[in-house]
């Protein structure tokens, strides 16, 4: 069965026909669940999606950008532009890929990084002459801080979000979040 995020982005992005990819910016929380791994190959195997950029967003972004960039390496697709967000912390038990990066070097990855992460995102709305769909699938504090620093962004881009969870709340709470 497919995560439940894969099911959403699926049902909102996949056209039955594609004219033309649309350009795309996923603003993530990748590292800790196995969703937004999923999310990311998802946006790869996309025909009709054209990944711009991997915004980390919410805790240790520079952990997150790793994760996404050792990942995006593996898939051979280094033109994506890597943003970090704003920097933060990250409890050690919930660095679920740390065994898995151990030993790469972020400054290593072979594309763009950007230290700051949410001008870059912004350069790349403000600047594209299509539509992009910001796809949210985290957190997003960064992303409200780039609506502070640049309120155009809202009507360059498309919004689309996935948080919180549907049937069960996180750690089996019975309070949906």
């Known amino acids: 069965m497919l995560p439940r995020t894969l099911l959403f982005l699926s049902a909102i992005l996949l ?5 033309a990819r649309t350009p795309v910016v996923l603003d993530t929380d990748i590292g800790t669940d196995i969703d937004d791994t999923w999310a ?10 054209d990944l ?11 952990y997150r950008a790793t994760v996404a960039a050792k990942f995006l390496e593996a898939a051979g697709r280094t033109d994506v ?7 933060g912390e990250l409890e050690e038990a919930n660095r679920t890929l740390d065994p898995w990066i151990r030993g790469y070097n972020l400054a290593d990855y072979p594309g763009t990084v950007h230290k700051d992460g949410f001008d870059a995102f912004i350069e790349l709305v403000m600047n594209s002459p299509e539509t992009v769909t910001v796809i949210a699938i985290g957190g997003v504090p960064g992303l409200a801080a780039a609506l502070e620093r640049e309120p155009r962004i809202a009507s360059q881009a498309r919004f689309v979000g996935m948080h919180g969870s549907f049937d069960v709340g996180y750690g089996g709470s019975p309070e949906i979040a």
Do not use: F, N, Q, Y
């Not at 990311?40 to 009709?48: A, D, N, Y």
């Open 52 to 62: 711009k950029m991997v915004l980390t967003d919410t805790g240790d972004t520079t």
């Open 81 to 87: 532009v890597i943003g970090i967000g704003l920097p």
């Open 40 to 49: 990311l190959l998802h946006l790869l195997r996309s025909p009709e999606l």
């Open 15 to 19: 056209p039955l026909t594609v004219a």
